[in-house]
């Protein structure tokens, strides 16, 4: 489908030459319905003569019929046409669906400015299309949105096509003895896939505690015939899980977690891989959800979340689905603090295991992960030096360990703010100036908060910054600084550069936004290393396997990831490492278990 002059038929014929797929064009069925040469150009307004609305629904539906025929010839079908209108594109899929043949929306797309250009270009020449300028822009007005569709890929004409198409046609038409069914998906550009692929591999290299439970998978099959849909961020990291759950059996779908944290590369390896995907950088609010609400559509019985979009989205507008599902798992701190509180309420529909609370979780990915994809994050952004800089790190839980930590070795001075006297406790003794926001926003230069809560930084605190002050948050979700609020204390926005954008102050002050207050590490930098991942999806896939084999016992609340999986991934961790430990011996083990024995 596409407008007039994108280039739709000539791709068509390349599809068809690459899979002996049989081309209905709409140009030819309409001029073949009016008795018309179909090679002399026919012009008329859109609305009139063979263009009239009547005439138009009449080629459309002969399309359908010759579509019909040819299918049940057991060719594939390809439909060359506009499709400006959604019932044009439901009752096409529709022809697929009696047939048993699969559907894919193949919309091409060109700049205004080159379809003019083609279009002008081809009005002297013999042609099937009477499309014109004026035309192309009454088709703009005309057409109805898209809505998530599966299996809807965008290609763009202006570039080298060939490889595209055969990428498509190669996924679509796999091997008879490997066949896979065709993944649903909307990315952004499937012509990514092949780098995807490689950094995906890189990342898997990494990754040595997943691959050995991939290698059992494969052989257990422990997910066969189970749905699982994960609403997660979608990047090498994942995309090797991904496999992982694949391998055992998994019919998964993916969604991303985060409008920015999406690698457009890496969705596009998963479709290749055949793993359902949804989701594009920078997609928006509306966008966002929507693919959420695609990913649900897969009914799962199994639920993967990082912030827990997904099971909100479940227990507020799909709740119909519920009764399938055997549990889920969460993957970050701000998910499990809302689903204890869904918990609390008497309202969680199904158990969960909370990932993040696995000491093979937290102590690394949270601490070590986060310490350092944050301070990547920064410097990618800003390209600041750190030496000297005073840094107030908001929250000292692990992640907040991790980037005080981190940000210290690279010689910042660190204050640390909390509202857990404890966790104070502990920041003042590792070395640290612990104080009140209040007092700390006056000193800072850049701030970076790690709590999970919202409105951590508030419009008070901004009034009292330095001029230059930086803001930066490697919470999940972008609600911990109070953005409103700076918006409207300022009276002028502008971006510097990519994932900065500097605010200014009624009062002449700069304060400076990185990554529009989203996950910094991952709006503008490559998320967590590998290396650290490998222990975080390692539980979730010991997890989800525990969750199938024993969601009958289960109650309707939040779990901790058992205590043999946590040492099991910790074991498998240092065995890839190639390091070994000592073991109890039989009198250790009954001293431990003893009270007798004393002084």
Same mark, same amino acid.
């Given at each position: 489908?596409?407008?007039?002059?994108?280039?739709?038929?000539?791709?068509?014929?390349?599809?068809?030459?690459?899979?002996?797929?049989v081309?209905?064009?709409?140009?030819?069925?309409?001029?073949?319905?009016?008795?018309?040469?179909?090679?002399?150009h026919?012009?008329?307004?859109?609305?009139?003569?063979?263009?009239?609305?009547?005439?138009?629904?009449?080629?459309?539906?002969?399309?359908?019929?010759?579509?019909?025929?040819?299918?049940?010839?057991?060719?594939?079908?390809?439909?060359?046409?506009?499709? =400006?209108?959604e019932?044009?594109?439901?009752?096409?899929?529709?022809?697929?669906?009696?047939?048993?043949?699969?559907?894919?929306?193949?919309?091409?797309?060109?700049?205004?400015?080159?379809?003019?250009?083609?279009?002008?270009?081809? =009005?002297?020449?013999?042609?099937?299309?009477?499309?014109?300028?004026?035309?192309?822009?009454?088709?703009?007005?005309?057409?109805?949105?898209l809505?998530?569709?599966?299996?809807?890929?965008?290609?763009?004409?202006?570039?080298?096509?060939?490889?595209?198409?055969?990428?498509?046609w190669?996924?679509?038409?796999?091997?008879?003895?490997?066949?896979?069914v065709?993944p649903?998906?909307?990315v952004?550009?499937?012509?990514?896939?092949?780098?995807?692929?490689?950094?995906?591999d890189?990342?898997?290299?990494e990754?040595?505690?997943?691959?050995?439970i991939?290698?059992r998978?494969?052989?257990?099959?422990?997910?066969?015939?189970i749905?699982?849909?994960?609403?997660?961020?979608?990047?090498?990291?994942?995309?090797?899980?991904?496999l992982?759950l694949?391998?055992?059996?998994?019919?998964?779908?993916?969604?991303?977690?985060?409008?920015?944290?999406?690698?457009?590369?890496t969705?596009?390896?998963?479709?290749?891989?055949?793993?359902?995907?949804?989701?594009?950088?920078?997609?928006?609010?509306?966008?966002?959800?929507?693919?959420?609400?695609a990913?649900?559509?897969?009914?799962?019985?199994?639920?993967?979340?990082?912030?827990?979009?997904?099971?909100?989205t479940?227990?507020?507008?799909?709740?119909?689905?519920?009764?399938?599902?055997?549990?889920?798992?969460?993957?970050?701190?701000?998910?499990?603090?809302r689903?204890?509180?869904?918990?609390?309420?008497?309202?969680?529909?199904?158990?969960?295991?909370?990932?993040?609370?696995?000491?093979?979780?937290?102590?690394f990915d949270?601490?070590?992960?986060?310490?350092?994809?944050?301070?990547?994050?920064?410097?990618?952004?800003?390209?600041?030096?750190?030496?000297?800089?005073?840094?107030?790190?908001?929250?000292?839980?692990?992640c907040?360990?991790?980037?005080?930590?981190?940000?210290?070795?690279?010689?910042?001075h660190?204050?640390?703010?909390?509202?857990d006297?404890v966790?104070?406790?502990?920041a003042?003794?590792?070395?640290?100036?612990?104080?009140?926001?209040?007092?700390?926003?006056?000193?800072?230069?850049?701030?970076?908060?790690?709590?999970?809560?919202?409105?951590?930084?508030?419009?008070?605190?901004?009034?009292?910054?330095?001029?230059?002050?930086? =803001?930066?948050?490697?919470?999940?979700f972008n609600?911990?600084?109070?953005?409103?609020?700076?918006?409207?204390?300022?009276?002028?926005?502008?971006?510097?550069?990519?994932s900065?954008?500097?605010?200014?102050?009624?009062?002449?002050?700069?304060?400076?936004?990185?990554?529009?207050?989203?996950?910094?590490?991952?709006?503008?930098?490559?998320?967590?290393?590998?290396?650290?991942?490998?222990?975080?999806?390692?539980?979730?896939?010991?997890?989800?396997?525990?969750?199938?084999?024993?969601?009958?016992?289960?109650?309707?609340?939040?779990?901790?990831?058992?205590?043999?999986i946590?040492?099991?991934?910790?074991?498998?961790?240092?065995?890839?490492?190639n390091?070994?430990?000592?073991?109890?011996?039989?009198?250790?083990?009954?001293y431990?278990?003893?009270?007798?024995?004393?002084?």
């Amino acid at each position: 489908m596409g407008f007039c002059g994108c280039g739709k038929s000539t791709l068509a014929q390349s599809l068809a030459k690459i899979s002996g797929s049989v081309v209905i064009s709409s140009d030819i069925v309409r001029k073949g319905l009016a008795g018309i040469d179909c090679c002399q150009h026919h012009f008329e307004d859109t609305d009139q003569g063979i263009y009239s609305p009547e005439m138009t629904q009449n080629t459309y539906q002969a399309m359908y019929a010759q579509a019909e025929d040819a299918l049940k010839e057991g060719y594939s079908v390809i439909l060359d046409a506009t499709f =400006l209108k959604e019932h044009q594109r439901k009752q096409a899929e529709e022809c697929a669906r009696r047939n048993n043949a699969g559907f894919v929306i193949l919309e091409v797309k060109l700049t205004p400015e080159l379809a003019q250009k083609r279009l002008e270009k081809r =009005l002297d020449k013999p042609s099937v299309s009477d499309g014109r300028w004026e035309v192309y822009l009454k088709q703009i007005k005309a057409l109805e949105p898209l809505a998530v569709q599966p299996n809807h890929v965008i290609i763009d004409s202006s570039k080298s096509t060939d490889k595209q198409l055969l990428t498509y046609w190669n996924f679509l038409n796999p091997i008879k003895e490997n066949e896979v069914v065709m993944p649903n998906f909307d990315v952004k550009d499937m012509s990514l896939a092949a780098l995807g692929k490689k950094r995906v591999d890189w990342a898997g290299r990494e990754m040595k505690t997943l691959s050995l439970i991939k290698e059992r998978f494969e052989k257990e099959k422990p997910f066969k015939g189970i749905r699982i849909a994960a609403c997660l961020h979608i990047t090498t990291e994942t995309a090797n899980l991904g496999l992982v759950l694949k391998a055992g059996g998994a019919d998964l779908t993916l969604c991303a977690s985060n409008p920015l944290s999406t690698q457009d590369e890496t969705a596009a390896a998963l479709v290749e891989h055949g793993i359902n995907t949804f989701a594009i950088h920078g997609e928006n609010n509306e966008s966002y959800y929507r693919h959420i609400a695609a990913a649900l559509d897969a009914k799962p019985q199994l639920t993967v979340d990082d912030g827990a979009d997904l099971v909100a989205t479940l227990h507020s507008q799909r709740t119909e689905l519920l009764n399938g599902i055997l549990g889920g798992t969460e993957e970050t701190t701000t998910g499990v603090i809302r689903l204890r509180a869904l918990a609390d309420s008497g309202k969680l529909r199904y158990p969960i295991i909370a990932v993040n609370d696995a000491k093979t979780k937290y102590m690394f990915d949270n601490r070590y992960g986060t310490g350092q994809s944050t301070l990547d994050g920064i410097t990618r952004a800003t390209n600041f030096l750190w030496a000297s800089k005073t840094v107030v790190v908001v929250g000292y839980g692990w992640c907040g360990h991790g980037v005080a930590m981190r940000a210290k070795g690279m010689g910042a001075h660190i204050i640390v703010t909390e509202v857990d006297p404890v966790k104070a406790l502990e920041a003042v003794m590792d070395g640290f100036s612990v104080m009140p926001m209040a007092e700390a926003a006056k000193l800072g230069d850049i701030f970076i908060t790690v709590t999970g809560d919202k409105h951590v930084i508030d419009k008070d605190h901004f009034k009292v910054m330095k001029d230059g002050a930086t =803001l930066a948050n490697s919470g999940h979700f972008n609600s911990e600084i109070n953005i409103p609020a700076l918006e409207s204390l300022s009276c002028g926005k502008d971006t510097i550069r990519p994932s900065v954008e500097e605010y200014k102050m009624k009062d002449g002050r700069r304060i400076y936004l990185l990554g529009e207050g989203r996950l910094i590490n991952l709006a503008a930098a490559e998320g967590h290393p590998a290396a650290v991942m490998d222990m975080s999806f390692a539980n979730q896939a010991l997890s989800l396997e525990y969750l199938v084999k024993n969601h009958t016992k289960l109650e309707k609340k939040v779990y901790a990831v058992p205590e043999e999986i946590d040492r099991a991934v910790a074991a498998t961790k240092l065995a890839s490492l190639n390091i070994s430990i000592d073991t109890l011996s039989a009198e250790q083990i009954k001293y431990l278990s003893s009270w007798q024995e004393g002084t």
